[in-house]
């Protein structure tokens, strides 16, 4: 999973194709529960370009996204939005796939 490092790379990120970022934090103990599925999923779903926003590193981002809960999924096609997983919840590994098969359609 490719790490966002500035909020420049990210415009350019989601510009070409489709992109998931994946909004977490190192501290977030629902975050960490994905952490050993999310290596599957990104593999399975490898039409998708997987990039980790670190929330605490990109406040204003979360801000600006509405992203106020992690773990959280916000999906972009060719710069343009095309889902959202965004809640306060724990993800289990269905509902994560639950959320990238309804974007493939």
Do not use: H
Request: aromatic fraction near 14%.
């Amino acid at each position: 999973m490719k790490l966002l490092g500035t909020t420049e790379e990210l415009e350019s990120l989601i510009q070409n194709g489709k992109t998931i970022l994946l909004f977490s934090a190192n501290w977030c103990p629902d975050c960490r529960f994905i952490d050993p599925f999310m290596p599957e999923i990104e593999e399975k779903y490898n039409e998708f370009q997987f990039v980790y926003v670190d929330r605490d590193d990109f406040i204003d981002l979360c801000q600006k996204l509405d992203v106020f809960g992690i773990p959280s999924f916000i999906a972009f096609e060719n710069g343009k939005e095309v889902g959202r997983f965004v809640s306060k919840d724990r993800k289990t590994r269905e509902e994560i796939e639950e959320f990238l098969m309804g974007l493939q359609a």
